[in-house]
């Protein structure tokens, strides 16, 4: 899951194995969360994206699951690959009061895929 | 090819001495956004801009300045830089004004301020 240390969870699967990679998120009122994936000195890549009106959606060997009961987020990644090693940090936006958003960012987690 | 590109990409420099970062995308996209990144504190929002010469403070806008001139440029600039700056910046733009799409990231700015 997502962690407010400085040392970030790690996830160990063996390729060809299915990774599942969790997020709790705090704000009830959040309406958008998006999953990034960020390789050793690069920026963060889009993963996939969901709206609060969906508890699942998939992509390419990616699904995102929502439960807003318990305010959790999971990005699932099938048969995984030795380039899926990277940390996955998910992100959940909010509506402010008066208008705008609120964008707040997970520290992540680390996935290394063993060969 | 489609991308957000940053300059420097590696910048080591004193307190006080005035820096720009650079910033520009090719994505004609409307929404532009700084974050920094520090171990166990996730991306952090300095500043966003929705539009040409409309910007807002995100999380942590103290010590930094932006403008949005053209559509294309958002740079970021440390009038008087402190230790504390000392961080990895990352521009981003996306499609919507709102930013509530995918949101692409440039390849990032490793500042150290000393």
């Known amino acids: 899951g997502e962690s407010v240390g400085l040392h970030l969870p790690t996830l160990s699967v063996q390729e060809g194995d299915n990774s599942i990679i969790n997020c709790a998120y705090s704000n009830s009122a959040s309406d958008y969360f998006i999953w990034y994936k960020q390789e050793s000195g690069k920026g963060p890549q889009f993963i996939i994206d969901?709206?609060?009106?969906?508890d699942k959606r998939q992509g390419q060997r990616v699904t995102v699951l929502l439960n807003k009961t318990v305010k959790h987020l999971s990005l699932q990644i099938a048969a995984t690959q030795p380039g899926d090693s990277a940390v996955y940090f998910c992100a959940e936006n909010h509506p402010l009061t008066g208008g705008g958003n609120k964008l707040t960012f997970g520290t992540g987690t680390q996935l290394k895929v063993e060969l | 090819e489609a991308q957000v590109t940053q300059n420097p990409r590696y910048l080591i420099t004193v307190t006080g001495k005035k820096l720009t970062v650079t910033c520009s995308q090719n994505?004609?996209?409307?929404?532009m956004s700084w974050y920094r990144q520090d171990p166990g504190l996730g991306l952090r929002q300095i500043y966003y801009?929705?539009?040409?010469?409309?910007?807002d403070k995100g999380d942590v806008p103290e010590g930094y300045k932006v403008s949005r001139k053209e559509k294309r440029n958002f740079p970021l600039i440390l009038e008087s830089p402190s230790p504390n700056q000392t961080s990895l910046y990352f521009c981003?733009?996306?499609?919507?004004?709102?930013?509530?799409?995918?949101?692409?990231f440039g390849p990032g700015t490793r500042l150290t301020v000393t």
């Open positions: 801009s929705m539009n040409v010469e409309v910007t």
């Open positions: 994505m004609n996209h409307e929404y």
């Open positions: 969901i709206r609060s009106n969906m």
């Open positions: 981003a733009s996306s499609l919507s004004p709102t930013g509530l799409d995918e949101q692409y």
